[in-house]
């Protein structure tokens, strides 16, 4: 199992992403690591830690490409940047998975026109597993496709069904539309149409999903517009840091609840841990021909080996196969 | 002041409205109310309280929209229902704003039809009032139009601007675009569009708004369609209550952080209050040519009595006569 690391993407690279292969192949004995980028800066990175020497390598790939770049421009011009070699590695089979940390942009359209997609699927799209009241969701997509038609949705239901049954096993997963009602006739446009397709899809869809319900536990997936996705997402991050803002304010406001909190901090610690997103490591990209992971692009090294774990479970799961099954047997939906 | 009151909408009416009527007379002596609904059963409600007489009116309206039926055809059909006829009062100029705890769709189906747009208005929206960081934001739309065009959310801007000056006296609201990223480039066909138009609108435009800067006090107004606005408006209810309730498993979960939570509670009590909807009232629904105050479905009195407070104060400004003026002034946009 080999893994192949965009050394050179996200904020803290490539410090906190060698910091975070280093943790993970002392975690799971089968992985390799090939870390992509300038090669005199991550030797001097690795030099820091003890690890063994023959389930590391290193390609040179000196350029970056920088989160202000235009993606499709940056990756057809920096052929030599540390996303393109990574993303190259696994289009030629020399590696089962690529992580990078890199914009989500760049991580989208490497691997669309490096990878490509795998047959039949429109549009690839980032799923992101946001943990519910009971168990686990993935919601697909989180901001690949700001505009989406119908006949997408469909095939992210396909895809985030796959992905939750042969990565996360569950069984026959509960797939729901993010709507804004719980009947079947509300929506705007695109949820309305897709409704219709989406009972005809054979997946286990239970419905509309309202906003309210989403970390209910009540789904197992659930698909909407990458615009969307994007609003779910980045919310969670922000009210989970409001919440713990205004509760922290009121916790130091008067004596006796400074002290209760201090008494108890070990639930506290719990809670932090529960919330905090980078245990979960990163986003699988879906749809395309190949395994690829965006870790966050403030990924710490924690949240980095928590990305390559996630990678090693893409790459030795069949779920590649089961979406390239499950896409081609879809009856063909103009759009 | 008089309030037109739809006694026979929302989950706990009538017995929850007339309660909170009878609370906001206490405290607002300027106020009269008009209960539309079944007479015989709103003598029964009022009998239990002690007020003045003279300034509680009640119109026999014997007919009740539920939340099933289709909005228009039930405005058209039920003439003699609480909704219509309390909206028909502010028609008349018999009420100056009405407070309904009815179903948004029929609300909106009620104001449109009945009361009719202010002038130039092209779709009235749903405004709802969220706590910040600091100060409170305005989200519009909440869920009123699911499918919008560029020129819908440039009004909105404009009547959320209006509300946020006149009415929560913020000097040079700062208006946000909700969208996918913080750059101008960024967004779907609808917020790419929109932004060029805001950019050339009479409000202080500041930029888009990340979904993690919702509630960050640095945007007094957020303009999205109702779609967008519908989920950030469910999952925030959603993300307190799955966030509460984390918090709580966790605290039970040693005696040391049970009694640490146990002292903690005057903090935990304050933090629920900041947290509680039911203190800001209800959604006003501007662009209509009279007041027209929507009140969450599942309001108990307390709600209820905030949502007519916020009728008082809709009723007091010249809200609408502002968002007149600066309709009339935006220049024609072809959709």
Same sequence: chains 1, 2.
Avoid at 62 to 90: G, N
Avoid at 185 to 205: D, I
Avoid at 282 to 298: E, F, Q, R, Y
């Amino acid at each position: 199992m080999r893994i192949a690391v965009d050394a050179f993407g996200g904020d803290n690279a490539p410090a906190a992403v060698v910091e975070g292969c280093i943790d993970a192949l002392k975690k799971y004995p089968d992985m390799s690591v090939t870390l992509c980028g300038d090669e005199e800066r991550i030797k001097v990175e690795l030099e820091k830690y003890q690890y063994d020497g023959t389930r590391v390598d290193i390609l040179h790939s000196p350029e970056i490409i920088s989160c202000d770049e235009q993606p499709t421009f940056a990756i057809r011009r920096k052929k030599d940047s540390s996303l393109v070699k990574a993303m190259e590695l696994v289009r030629d089979k020399k590696a089962d998975c690529v992580v990078s940390a890199g914009s989500t942009g760049a991580v989208l359209a490497g691997a669309t026109f490096i990878i490509k997609r795998i047959e039949g699927v429109k549009r690839p799209a980032i799923g992101v597993v946001f943990p519910a009241e009971k168990g686990c969701v993935l919601i697909m997509d989180c901001g690949a496709n700001v505009d989406c038609k119908p006949s997408y949705l469909q095939q992210f239901a396909v895809m985030a069904s796959a992905y939750m049954h042969d990565i996360m096993g569950v069984d026959n997963p509960r797939v729901g539309l993010l709507n804004n009602g719980a009947e079947a006739e509300k929506g705007n446009e695109l949820t309305k149409a897709a409704y219709k397709l989406l009972e005809q899809t054979p997946v286990n869809f239970v419905g509309n999903c309202e906003a309210r319900e989403i970390l209910s536990g009540e789904f197992d997936a659930i698909v909407c517009d990458g615009f969307a996705g994007n609003i779910v997402l980045k919310y969670t991050e922000g009210l989970a840091s409001t919440f713990i803002g205004m509760l922290k304010k009121e916790l130091m406001a008067d004596t006796r609840s400074k002290l209760g909190a201090a008494m108890a901090k070990p639930a506290f610690r719990r809670f932090k841990k529960v919330m905090d997103y980078t245990e979960y490591g990163g986003a699988p990209l879906l749809g395309i021909d190949g395994g690829v992971i965006k870790a966050h692009g403030s990924s710490n090294a924690k949240a980095f080996a928590a990305a390559l774990g996630q990678a090693r479970s893409f790459a030795s799961s069949g779920t590649n196969e089961t979406i390239r099954r499950a896409v081609k047997s879809l009856p063909e939906v103009p759009d």
